[in-house]
């Protein structure tokens, strides 16, 4: 099954890729409000394989899903964390201000 990311208007993927093989993918899903209409982003999956983590993999991934919400207007995104401690601790290194320890979010300036 393929899937033209194209086609899909509320959600992406992002993919890393490293010699041609996949080494990692971020799903993210624009979300608009109906009370004010205000577009919020969230990142719903980000993952790397585990022998390509701690190499900046995941960080470039978080930095074009933020590129991509700031080019369609969204000031804002939410993140839904894992709950390992090695997810955890990458998330509390990207600037996230923590309200629970599932959810993070993240103010675009």
Same mark, same amino acid.
């Given at each position: 099954?393929?899937?033209?990311?194209?086609?899909?208007?509320?959600?992406? &993927?992002?993919? %890393?890729?490293?010699?041609?093989?996949?080494?990692?993918?971020?799903? &993210?899903?624009?979300?608009?409000?109906?009370?004010?209409?205000?577009?919020? #982003?969230?990142? @719903?999956?980000?993952?790397?394989?585990?022998?390509?983590?701690? /190499? #900046?993999?995941? /960080? /470039?991934?978080?930095?074009?899903?933020?590129?991509?919400?700031?080019? &369609?207007?969204? @000031?804002?995104?939410?993140?839904?964390? %894992?709950?390992?401690?090695? %997810?955890?601790?990458?998330?509390?290194?990207?600037?996230?201000?923590?309200?629970?320890?599932?959810?993070?979010?993240? /103010?675009?300036?």
């Amino acid at each position: 099954m393929k899937i033209n990311i194209n086609e899909l208007d509320n959600s992406k &993927i992002i993919i %890393a890729e490293h010699r041609g093989d996949i080494v990692g993918r971020c799903d &993210i899903s624009i979300q608009f409000s109906l009370y004010d209409f205000e577009k919020t #982003g969230y990142v @719903d999956w980000l993952y790397v394989l585990k022998e390509k983590r701690e /190499k #900046g993999i995941g /960080k /470039k991934l978080l930095e074009g899903a933020e590129k991509y919400f700031k080019e &369609i207007g969204v @000031d804002r995104y939410y993140l839904f964390t %894992a709950e390992n401690e090695q %997810a955890q601790s990458f998330y509390h290194k990207q600037d996230f201000r923590f309200t629970k320890r599932e959810v993070a979010e993240k /103010k675009l300036t």
